[in-house]
């Protein structure tokens, strides 16, 4: 077993003796924890200090030393896992012993290792020796020839704020007070897997422009699948659709293609579809570089404070050469994509002859179309519509000064009331990488308002990351998927 007399710091900087960390002391022996008379007295005249931490701490060692003093043996256990730790009082001694000669007594400090010698001397099967945060403590008791340890750092209390920290802690109080008055707005983004990011990586794919034996070879193909030839069908006379329901029948002439028809496809519609594919082929890494010139995140905004935000401005700029694309709904958007499908001219249809429906009186009544109906499809009814303009919606964000028609560097939004702890506003920013070799930009969101003590803002930085592409292995691919006439 251990024996150490404490110091009076233990009370009085460090946490309650029995959420102590005991095995960083000892991990196989117990513990027994002396509290000495100078202690208790140094105790009993700490909680007289009026109302600071070391008086508070005073009061509650205090109570803690009255219930050791009012069980049966005076000790009291405080650690029950390894190690076994109890906390007791010496016996009484007679501190005017050769062994303390060297001491004053008049100290404190002195009195305690007093104690700790006499005790050590009548027990000499003990380890015996001081547990102190205390340097002067710890000299002497190493002078003296008595084992002594260092409480660990993690069992103190934090340090007591004095008056400079008690005066930041109540500015800081000031502001949070102060700030309530105000909306406290936030700016996040998001990639479009809807993750949050803080910069944003773009790869663009480049294709260099199919050389001129490339293109040939791609025509070559593209004719060889699709050969221009005209087989006339043979010509069969008529056939009969037997009569169903109120179809009493009706007569089908089967039409040769003409001379014409036939010089025109050799001559002029299959011609066209050969320049068509040049045409196609010459430009197809521009069409192909258009893809992964642009990409899409997001900017969210938010007011978790306790006011809306007044006549809210909220400005997107680009920088480094990139710009804004046009912005657009879901259904727009479709629309741009079907565009820009990069699809071959389709192959022209060979002169196949046709057939020549008769019809007679009753098919032709029943398909007739009512003067209605052609007004309907000749007139724009909407046209007709009186367009009445909805007044803003003061919590709504509306373009600054206008939607944009065409790319810029620079999109604006305005609000006349944000309001506070509702659901965020997302901003979708469509991205795009005109110029060539851009390799650093950024997008720049900056929110403004009338009782925003100041500005707001969020920089992502844009990279952009150049792969090399095979143009022509893309065209033969597209070829391998045209279907034959």
């Not at 039409?255 to 002029?268: A, G, H, L, N, Q």
């Not at 629309?335 to 002169?351: A, F």
């Not at 020549?356 to 098919?363: C, K, T, V």
Request: proline share 6%; hydrophobic share 35%; glycine share 2%.
């Amino acid at each position: 077993m251990k024996v150490f007399f404490i110091d009076t710091n233990i009370f009085i900087q460090c946490n309650d003796l029995a959420s102590l960390s005991w095995e960083r002391i000892s991990k196989d022996d117990d513990l027994l924890i002396l509290i000495s008379r100078p202690v208790l007295e140094e105790i009993d005249r700490f909680k007289s200090d009026g109302n600071s931490r070391r008086a508070k701490r005073a009061r509650k060692a205090s109570s803690f030393l009255k219930q050791i003093i009012s069980t049966s043996d005076s000790k009291m256990i405080v650690h029950k896992s390894a190690p076994h730790v109890e906390v007791s009082f010496p016996p009484l001694n007679n501190l005017q012993s050769n062994k303390c000669a060297n001491l004053d007594l008049s100290r404190n400090d002195d009195r305690i290792i007093c104690e700790t010698l006499l005790y050590a001397a009548d027990n000499p099967d003990k380890k015996v020796g001081i547990l102190a945060h205390d340097t002067n403590l710890m000299l002497t008791a190493k002078n003296c020839g008595l084992i002594y340890c260092d409480i660990p750092d993690d069992w103190l209390l934090p340090p007591e704020p004095d008056a400079r920290d008690k005066k930041i802690a109540e500015l800081e109080n000031r502001i949070k007070d102060f700030e309530k008055a105000y909306p406290q707005i936030d700016i996040l983004s998001e990639d479009e897997n809807q993750q949050p990011i803080t910069s944003l990586t773009i790869n663009i794919i480049n294709y260099d422009p199919l050389s001129p034996e490339e293109l040939n070879k791609l025509i070559s193909k593209a004719q060889y699948k699709n050969p221009v030839e005209i087989k006339l069908k043979p010509l069969i006379s008529t056939k009969h659709i037997p009569t169903t329901g109120l179809n009493i029948g009706t007569n089908m002439s089967y039409i040769s293609p003409t001379e014409d028809e036939m010089r025109e496809y050799r001559e002029k519609i299959y011609p066209k579809w050969i320049h068509d594919l040049k045409e196609f082929f010459s430009t197809l890494h521009e069409k192909l570089e258009y893809a992964y010139q642009h990409a899409i995140f997001y900017f969210i905004l938010e007011n978790s404070g306790n006011v809306p935000a007044e006549n809210l401005i909220i400005e997107f700029n680009c920088e480094g050469g990139l710009m804004f694309g046009i912005s657009m709904s879901a259904e727009q958007e479709g629309e741009l994509k079907k565009k820009h499908e990069i699809k071959l001219p389709k192959p022209p249809s060979r002169p196949q002859g046709r057939w020549d429906q008769r019809l007679n009186a009753l098919d032709a009544l029943r398909g007739r179309i009512s003067p209605m109906d052609h007004y309907i499809r000749n007139n724009n009814l909407a046209s007709l519509l009186v367009n009445h303009s909805k007044p803003r919606d003061r919590n709504s964000f509306y373009w600054k000064p206008h939607e944009p028609s065409t790319i810029s560097k620079t999109w604006a939004f305005e609000c006349q009331e944000f309001r506070h702890q509702v659901d965020s506003e997302v901003f979708k920013m469509p991205i795009l990488v005109l110029e060539k070799n851009i390799t650093k930009g950024a997008v720049k969101c900056v929110v403004t308002a009338k009782n925003l003590p100041k500005p707001v803002q969020l920089i992502i930085p844009i990279k952009a990351e150049y792969i090399k592409g095979d143009t022509y292995q893309e065209a033969d691919r597209l070829l391998d998927n045209l279907k034959q006439t």
